[in-house]
Structure formats: C-alpha cells, structure tokens
C-alpha cells in the first residue's frame, strides 16, 4: 500500500513533464485542425506510439504506480494538451480496464496487448456499454447474449451507442444481457476479436466537443464469439448468477455489473481528465488577464476578473486532492464507502464547465472566437458531465452511499 502524500516523486515529475512537453509541443498545436476535421488524429496516436506514451507498458507502469497518482497525473497533462485529440489517445483504456476489471489473467495476457499494437501497427479498443434506450439506466440494456452450448460460443445480437473507437477498433468489448430477469445484474462482457463477422459501424456521431475522437454506434448481428471471450469465464458468470438469483429472493446486498465495475475504476480518471482541461482554460485566461490592457491596466488588477481567477484556481485544486483522495483509495484497497470515486468525478465535471465558462467571460468577444482556445475547451468540457455516467447519477450514487 503506498503511502498517502501530496507530493510527486522524482519520478513522477519527469514523467509528468514529458507527458507536459508532448502535449504542448505535439497536440496543442494539431488541436484546432483535428477539432475541425472531426477525425480520428491517426498521426499523434502514431507518434505518441513511438514515445512509448500510446503504449500498453505506458499505462500499466501508471495503473501500478503504489501512490494511485500515475494515471490521474497522465490524464490531466495530456487533457491539459487537448481534450479530443488526448481521448483518441486514452479511450483505449477504458476497454482495457474492463478486461483488467472482469477478465482472467489469460484473457488479459490475449487481448489487452492486441488493442494497442505497436509503433509500426497502430491499433485501438472501443468499450461497448450505452445503448439508444439504455444509457445511464443500465437495467435497460437489450443487447443480448446467448450460449449455443454444441460450438461453446456465444452469439451477440443488439445496437451499441456513444462508443469511443465504435467500428473502428481492432477489439470491441460489449457488455450485453445474459439473463433478463436479473436485470442489470444477468450482464456479462465479451471480447469480440478483430473481423469477426456480424460486428459493424452504425452511426458516427457529429459532436460539440471532444470532435477528435471517434463516438460511433455498433452494431452486433448474430455476432459469434469463442466460450473463451466471455471475460472471467463460464464457471465464474454461472457462479456470479447463482448469487444474484438467490440474493434476489432473500432481498440481499447487491451485485455489482460488469459495466459498473469498469466505470467504478475509471471515475476518478475521468475527473482527472475534466482538472486537466479546467486547468489549460484557467492558464489561457490568466495570460489574458494579465496582459490584456483596458483603461490603462492589465484587467487582472480589477477586483471583477481577479475574484473570479481567484475561485477558478481554487476549484482546480479542490477537484484535483478530490481526484488524487478517490485514485490513492483505489490502489490502497480502501472501499468507496461515501461513493468518493463519484465525488471525484462529479466535482472536477462541474468545475470544468463552470471554469470554461468563466474563461469565455475574461477573454470576452475574443474568447467566444475561434482565434483563441477557450470556446473549443468550453465545448470539450461538456462531456463530462455526461460520459461515463452523467453528473445526475454521480449524485444518485452518492446520495444512496450516504442513506446506508
């Protein structure tokens, strides 16, 4: 268990400032142009391959960083660089927490080093969760899954919306139905290989933010997967269901999903992404404001723009130590008994808007222009309220912690 602490490490730092001179030198200034283009930045994923920061290595040297910070740190610095071109880079992860989260140590060794390959040979991963009807209300989920036991396969059919690398990526995992009646605790998650036929593209979403990074629908028509892609195992789900049906009827503790275990993990990165791009819109604004001349001074030194800097930088801070409180947990094995994880995510989510916001309104009419980044940070900041479990159901999940 690593010991708590405020502090980076040497290491740390050095990781943190090469991770800081890639974003500055390499996304921001590409940001605009693939913001614009609404495409995949194949080019920046290639090169930060080739740094090693697109790299399973990479990911796995933070995950297991013994402090909990490795990840949040990458996450901010790299959303501080730029929010769309920095999710094209890290989406794959969250498909690879939900194998690290529900898979064996076989399935893990298989899969998680084929979605990202390798300098030469970019791949990504799409994690398959959110359907049209059935976003945050997991219960809801259509997708389903049935094992024809004679071929031990399991055969997929249903739509996936709002995936991150949807229909592009080389492995897909889709979590789906495997027992109706147990609601959201009858789901399973499935590897679904490269090419495997049935598995097709929907539609790519057009967005106001985050337009660098690929958010597609997938579509699954009787989709046939190995026994050996359903992550953990057959043993381990038929176990898993057994427990929720007799919890069921005796009215006992709850079943976490397979969904909900992955976005449990990756919560307080997203909040660590949200600080990252609250921090770049707080720096740009406090540039602005301290060499922006009106009625012959800097417009910092009037008290309107000042107090309000003043609350943007303590908001930052406030949602980072909540950030690095929930990721130090985490590793440390400490439950989240008061749903810390979603206080992360759901404070650094609302600091970013509001921050974004307030940053528009120092820059004045140039900050709602193209010319400057602010209105592109504002539009990027949006998402996080909403992905991986919107701010309404952050609060749901805290609200139930705190009443048992």
């Given at each position: 268990?690593?010991?708590?602490?405020?502090?980076?490490?040497?290491?740390?730092?050095?990781?943190?400032?090469?991770?800081?001179?890639?974003?500055?030198?390499v996304m921001r200034?590409?940001?605009?142009?693939?913001?614009?283009r609404e495409e995949t930045p194949w080019p920046i994923i290639q090169e930060a391959a080739k740094l090693g920061i697109y790299s399973l290595d990479f990911y796995a040297q933070q995950f297991f960083d013994p402090t909990?910070?490795?990840?949040?740190?990458?996450?901010?610095?790299?959303?501080?660089?730029?929010?769309?071109?920095?999710?094209?880079?890290?989406?794959?992860?969250?498909?690879?927490?939900g194998v690290l989260a529900n898979g064996t140590e076989e399935q893990i060794g298989t899969w998680v080093p084929?979605?990202?390959?390798?300098?030469?040979?970019?791949?990504?991963?799409?994690?398959?969760?959110?359907?049209?009807?059935?976003?945050?209300?997991?219960?809801?989920?259509?997708?389903?899954?049935?094992?024809?036991?004679?071929?031990?396969?399991?055969?997929?059919?249903?739509t996936k919306t709002w995936a991150t690398n949807g229909g592009i990526a080389d492995v897909h995992v889709v979590v789906a139905v495997v027992d109706p009646e147990l609601g959201s605790k009858g789901h399973a998650s499935f590897i679904v290989p490269p090419r495997t036929p049935g598995l097709s593209q929907g539609q790519k979403f057009q967005k106001h933010g985050i337009r660098a990074s690929h958010t597609a629908e997938v579509v699954l028509e009787d989709v046939r997967v190995p026994g050996s892609c359903l992550l953990g195992g057959k043993d381990k789900l038929d176990e898993r269901l057994a427990r929720a049906r007799e919890k069921a009827k005796s009215g006992g503790e709850r079943?976490?999903?397979?969904?909900?275990?992955?976005?449990?993990?990756?919560?307080?990165?997203?909040?660590a992404m949200a600080v990252g791009t609250a921090r770049?819109?707080?720096?740009?604004?406090?540039?602005?404001?301290?060499?922006?001349?009106?009625?012959?001074?800097p417009i910092i030194e009037n008290q309107g723009v000042a107090f309000q800097l003043a609350d943007m930088a303590t908001q930052i801070d406030a949602a980072r130590l909540l950030v690095w409180r929930a990721s130090w947990m985490a590793t440390a094995g400490k439950p989240f008994t008061n749903a810390e994880g979603s206080m992360s995510k759901l404070y650094a989510s609302e600091v970013a808007k509001s921050v974004t916001a307030q940053a528009i309104q120092i820059l004045g009419g140039n900050g709602y222009t193209r010319e400057?980044?602010?209105?592109?940070?504002?539009?990027?900041?949006?998402?996080?309220?909403?992905?991986?479990?919107?701010?309404?159901?952050q609060r749901m999940v805290i609200s139930r912690a705190l009443a048992t």
């Open positions: 268990m690593g010991e708590f602490t405020l502090e980076l490490n040497e290491d740390q730092k050095q990781v943190r400032d090469w991770l800081h001179g890639f974003a500055a030198d200034p590409a940001a605009a142009e693939w913001d614009e909990g910070l490795g990840i949040p740190m990458a996450m901010e610095e790299l959303f501080w660089g730029d929010a769309g071109i920095a999710l094209s880079i890290v989406g794959t992860g969250l498909a690879a927490v084929q979605m990202y390959g390798d300098a030469n040979d970019v791949k990504v991963a799409a994690f398959c969760s959110s359907e049209p009807d059935a976003g945050s209300d997991v219960a809801s989920m259509r997708t389903r899954a049935v094992y024809d036991e004679a071929k031990d396969e399991w055969v997929l059919n249903g079943v976490k999903n397979a969904a909900m275990a992955t976005f449990e993990a990756s919560r307080p990165a997203v909040g770049a819109a707080y720096e740009v604004a406090l540039d602005y404001a301290r060499t922006r001349v009106q009625f012959g001074r400057y980044p602010v209105e592109r940070m504002h539009r990027d900041a949006a998402i996080y309220t909403i992905f991986e479990g919107t701010s309404e159901i």
